[in-house]
């Protein structure tokens, strides 16, 4: 199984053993019994294999974190209830007071406010490193360094080869979030990050319909992430949605293709619209770090495009996306279903105006996750919203 599309209809995945259902069956259970007293101590013992208890570990849940490490390459992974928790049990499970993280923003607003907040509470120094780059904030404290493969949501790329370089060099952990790209597009691992992270929740899922994280590494660190994260957060991944993002996956790689072709086709119209100031997608060759993602984005630009309005402001984006009819006015991204948002005020809400301000996360901004309906449809969806405003 070498091509991405075999991989991500088979991997993790078999034919039930006792019926020979197809699809990986729901174990819609909380406990399994041991049997007896002295395989129930071995298995908590860790000394024999057996699942216990579906906080800890679940069949269907495994299916998917094993189908998960195949397709980015990894010894492990381990799967949440969402982006978030798997976010958080990385800072929780890794990282202890006194250490220092550095982050390549922009990155979600919601990630960015939990590293603050929650690592700051716990004695984690958390430092924005985008503007004076990795090498100048690095500390003998650093133990971590977090980006996102493409940012949340002005598309930004960090050259990875190099991020991971110099924090191997410094010995920190890097933690890359590839939420928006998929192992489609890019596998972090291969370009030697330590930790990938997802947001299930989006591409993954692809329908809509389930909330979901996931973190794949070594077993080593998976492995106190898993201790930390399901052990003592409990922030494992109910079964029902383990089997909603198995199925997802199955089509995945035909989705990105689908995606990529629409979103590519909705910025070069923007970029030729007059009320268009700014179109931020890296398949653009006005894109700043073009090249850049020609090289490391080995399939494809994928489906976000954002946009910065000739007038930049609120009431103008509220025009504009208030008249839009195929692209649905939500948050979230990754789905079938084309959405539009704006930054601002929702995904970038949690965080300072100034951090908005630095980013680039402008009132005149929106935000588009490209769904797979036809790209003349948006697009033309698009210009009739675009031209009241010009
Ligand atoms: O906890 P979640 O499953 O919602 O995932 C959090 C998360 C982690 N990484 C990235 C790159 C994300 O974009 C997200 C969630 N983003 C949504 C959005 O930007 O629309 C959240 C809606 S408020």
């Not at 009320?275 to 090289?295: I, S």
Request: charged fraction near 15%.
């Amino acid at each position: 199984m070498t091509h991405l599309r075999t991989r991500a209809v088979h991997a993790g995945q078999h034919p039930d053993p006792t019926t020979g259902a197809i699809a990986t069956p729901i174990n819609q259970t909380t406990a399994f019994g041991y049997g007896t007293l002295e395989r129930g101590a071995a298995i908590f013992a860790g000394e024999a294999a057996g699942y216990r208890y579906s906080r800890f570990a679940n069949p269907t849940v495994a299916a998917l974190e094993a189908k998960m490490a195949d397709l980015e390459g990894a010894e492990a992974a381990v799967a949440f209830s969402s982006g978030t928790a798997a976010s958080s049990s990385v800072l929780l499970g890794l990282l202890n007071p006194g250490d220092e993280l550095v982050f390549l923003g922009p990155l979600y607003g919601g990630t960015e406010s939990l590293l603050r907040s929650l690592g700051e509470r716990w004695g984690i120094k958390v430092v924005d490193a985008t503007v004076p780059g990795l090498s100048a904030c690095l500390t003998p404290a650093t133990r971590m360094v977090w980006v996102e493969t493409l940012s949340n949501p002005t598309l930004r790329l960090h050259d990875l080869a190099q991020v991971a370089a110099v924090a191997r060099a410094h010995g920190a952990i890097t933690v890359a979030d590839n939420t928006f790209c998929t192992p489609c597009l890019l596998r972090p691992l291969a370009c030697g990050i330590d930790l990938v992270l997802h947001s299930m929740t989006k591409y993954l899922g692809g329908h809509g319909d389930a909330t979901g994280g996931l973190v794949a590494g070594s077993e080593a660190l998976v492995g106190n992430i898993r201790k930390t994260g399901l052990g003592h957060v409990g922030g494992n991944l109910a079964p029902q949605e383990a089997f909603l993002f198995l199925r997802g996956i199955k089509t995945l790689p035909l989705r990105m293709a689908a995606h990529c072709e629409g979103a590519a086709a909705v910025a070069r119209f923007l970029a030729s619209h007059p009320a268009v100031r700014a179109v931020h997608y890296p398949g653009l060759p006005g894109h700043p770090q073009h090249a850049l993602a020609q090289r490391q984005l080995q399939g494809g630009f994928g489906g976000m495009v954002s946009f910065e309005l000739a007038q930049s402001e609120r009431a103008v984006a509220a025009q504009v996306l208030n008249r839009l009819a195929l692209f649905t006015q939500a948050v979230s991204l990754g789905d079938v279903d084309s959405l539009a948002c704006h930054p601002a005020s929702t995904t970038h809400s949690f965080v300072s105006a100034q951090a908005r301000a630095a980013n680039g996360v402008t009132e005149g901004l929106i935000r588009l996750s490209v769904g797979i309906e036809h790209p003349d449809d948006l697009v033309a969806d698009l210009a009739q919203a675009l031209d009241a405003v010009h």
